[in-house]
T-cell receptor, first 115, second 115 residues
Framework: DAGVTQSPTHLIKTRGQQVTLRCSPK?????VSWYQQALGQGPQFIFQ???????QRGNFPDRFSGHQFPNYSSELNVNALLLGDSALYLC??????????????FGPGTRLTVL | AQSVTQLDSQVPVFEEAPVELRCNYS??????LFWYVQYPNQGLQLLLK??????LVKSINGFEAEFNKSQTSFHLRKPSVHISDTAEYFC?????????????FGAGTQVVVTP
């Protein structure tokens, strides 16, 4: 059973460019969350997708956008990159259901460096 | 909203010695509590969790954590560490009222085990 996969592993971009990161959830999972982990910090919640819609959003600007596809995979897009966007971007998947706890399974992350 | 404070940014410890990582949280609602471990250049792995019931929870590799509601703490302990326990450890909370399971992380504690 494949876990959460992310691509690419590493990415180098320059300021002002746009980037797309990809995530495939764990088999059977239908909800995808994205987190940003800056160097030396804990992960920060960006947003969460379920049924191809953004369900929750953290304190991130509109330059950060996402998408979820019918097969539950997801993309994270960042426009007009800033140096401060350099971070490890983590994708987590979970199985949606109401009234309880949804364990999130994390992928290995994509390391984005903005020069 | 929830917040998490990890009181130690780095904890050096000798092999076979005990270690304690401190975590305090703030929340106006009931929470679920987690400890994640991150090895170098990897994603997050769930170490243990508290959802309800017994306030002492244990992992398969010798870690344990105790939920203390009155002190709003969830400290992680291990009686005897190994070199392989060298990693970064993150405490996280999720509001029990949030069925989507969004996680709020602390800043992390780097554990360095030396012979």
């Amino acid at each position: 059973d494949a876990g959460v996969t992310q691509s690419p592993t590493h990415l180098i971009k320059t300021r002002g460019q746009q980037v797309t990161l990809r995530c495939s959830p764990k088999s059977g999972h239908d909800t995808v969350s994205w987190y940003q982990q800056a160097l030396g910090q804990g992960p920060q919640f960006i947003f969460q997708y379920y049924e191809e819609e953004e369900r929750q959003r953290g304190n991130f600007p509109d330059r950060f956008s996402g998408h979820q596809f019918p097969n539950y995979s997801s993309e994270l897009n960042v426009n007009a990159l800033l140096l401060g966007d350099s971070a490890l971007y983590l994708c987590a998947s979970s199985l949606s259901w109401r009234g309880g706890y949804n364990e999130q399974f994390f992928g290995p992350g994509t390391r984005l460096t903005v020069l | 909203a929830q917040s998490v404070t990890q009181l130690d940014s780095q904890v050096p410890v000798f092999e076979e010695a005990p270690v304690e990582l401190r975590c305090n949280y703030s929340s106006s609602v009931s929470v679920y509590l987690f400890w994640y471990v991150q090895y170098p250049n990897q994603g997050l792995q769930l170490l243990l969790k508290y959802l309800s019931g017994s306030t002492l929870v244990k992992s398969i590799n010798g870690f344990e954590a105790e939920f203390n509601k009155s002190q709003t703490s969830f400290h992680l302990r291990k009686p005897s560490v190994h070199i392989s326990d060298t990693a970064e450890y993150f405490c996280a909370v999720s509001a029990a009222t949030d069925s989507w399971g969004k996680l709020q992380f602390g800043a992390g504690t780097q554990v360095v085990v030396t012979p």
